[in-house]
């Protein structure tokens, strides 16, 4: 591959669906997961002679941060001025369901963090993910085990609480 990102437009229909399945999982809005994955993209497209040899892992990060990000900015608008965010889908009954999870996969140790999202939310193989985050698989599997059994953890106490 070149990092003169004429890859870049090769593989911008396969990473764009990448950054929006992420972030359509963390955030459930069609509209939300678009802006989020456009964000992604451009960031790729900016970084594009680091990340070029590994893209995939990369973009799914990038878009999962940006829709984490959007859902902060959804809590702090609801605090803040009370009352639901008009962006914000109504009507969903897995929205808290998925609100809760991104707090736990949020709460994850880097690593577990990033291998959750990257095997789990980008759905890439072990391979790929050991590959994008520079680690062996054997590592990555290590990672998602415990990873999955802090948000088991995790989401169980907001059950509790809830």
Do not use: C, N
């Amino acid at each position: 591959m070149t990092a003169d990102g004429s890859d870049y437009e090769t593989l911008f229909p396969e990473l764009w669906r990448k950054a929006y399945v992420v972030a359509y999982q963390v955030l459930g809005s069609q509209a939300q997961a678009e802006d989020a994955a456009q964000e992604a993209m451009a960031r790729a497209y900016s970084w594009w002679g680091r990340i070029h040899r590994s893209p995939h892992g990369w973009v799914a990060k990038t878009a999962y941060t940006q829709a984490i990000d959007i859902t902060r900015r959804q809590v702090r608008h609801r605090e803040v001025l009370g009352g639901e965010d008009p962006e914000r889908p109504t009507g969903d009954p897995r929205l808290e369901d998925r609100m809760d999870l991104a707090a736990a996969i949020e709460r994850l140790p880097r690593r577990q963090r990033e291998v959750i999202v990257l095997r789990y939310l980008a759905d890439q193989s072990e391979i790929d993910t050991a590959d994008a985050l520079g680690m062996r698989v054997t590592t990555v599997r290590k990672h998602a085990q415990r990873g999955l059994a802090s948000l088991g953890g995790h989401l169980a106490t907001e059950v509790r609480e809830g």
